[in-house]
DNA sequence: AGAAACTATACAACTAGACAAATCATACGC
DNA sequence: GCGTATGATTTGTCTAGTTGTATAGTTTCT
């Protein structure tokens, strides 16, 4: 007779109380089990619709904490001018990074070659996470050549905007030279710093920003949650 | 989906941390609500990785104090006695070695000419994992000479410590005649056996052992996984 | 008979909050 | 200058709640 699922008529009950307004972006869903009582059906079910749900990124669930309601992805353009705290604040919330690494070493011969420097020179490394208000958006690793920018380590300390920080070294503005754009699987730790399973795929982008008179500044790879960013390209 | 647990994956990663020397021996880790934040889980989650790292003797906490580094993972003092049991005891852990390949055959061109044997000689090889506690630290392949030391193939059955299957085969004791050090990226193999990225470095070293008259007993290549271990070098 | 949907139970992993106990830094009194 | 009281910090412990996973059993439809 029941020519649907149980757990389809759940899932479409719970899409019509977001879509409602019932529950807001980042909300906290009732818990699994007051689901089941209220549907009155096993937990099981219950979770084969959030599972669901999840899936189409509607959900994300957090372990011992709760199921939520996921915001639509950010939209994260990329074009001459890349700037990420600009990029969120226009998405109406607040940016923020949080710095993981923070090291002066000689570069690698990727690094050097990308920042255009003698093989062995040394750079500023700093490595972390983007936020858009409380939920991860992104894992960094920002390489700056130490000769052209030797202040950038102290300054890296105290200012959490690269853009801002690279003013106060003197590059007041800059641009991006080219963005190169790659799918990878998490590491252990990229998947725990951003808070998504290892099965979620991420995408990559290298990119170098030079300052105005063309010498490369920044050699930056970030590694965005796929699912909760879409990278548009434009050629302004 | 979550196939290594989130705690684990901090310990390695505040073991990597120590390894790179970011927290020496006897500094103190920052405060458990503040790795909560910095990893973006709970107090307790912390507390499992901690608790875990305390019972391997690389940590040690005191109450109202906080968090200190007890000993670093691995510091693999090369000179002229190389003991991989004793260095790893040193740290407070149990030193283990895990055999993947025992077999006689005849020594290639390199094998014979370090350990200084005639063209074709049958050489005792064996290839393992040397293990700090449940940690891979190194892949290595050693190999001996078969005429000198006919027993060492059945000796390395049973006995997991080269210096003790070495006494067992009537050398007492042995020293180092020289390291070669490099670094080297893993192969797949390599990569699955020591449970990091196919990105991470490793530093290969390859050295030969001789016993007190001179004649090599041993030519032993291995690979370190770089961020678990720092090798230290001394002239004693 | 077999597959799919659902139920039932149990445990592991993680979150959340609260409070106790030890430690540390600082100000105060003398 | 020195000991002490005090309050803030930090780790240790406890209780409770939530999601993730595994196993096994029941119903229903074809």
Redesign the interface.
Known sequence: MTRTPVWKSIAAALEADIAAGHYGAGDKLPTEAALASRFGVNRHTVRRALGDMSERGILRSR??AGVFVEAPPTEYPIGKRVRFHQSIRATGRLPQR?V??LESRPGDAGETKALELNAGSMVTVCEGLSLAGET?IAHFISVFPQDRLPGMLHTLEEVTSVTEALKLNGVADYVRRETRVTAEMP???Q???L?L???DPLVKTVGINEDMEGNPVEYGQTWFAGDRVTLTFSND
């Open positions: 372990r011992g949080r993981l690494r991860p590491s252990a730790t998947a725990l710093h808070r399973r290892e099965s």
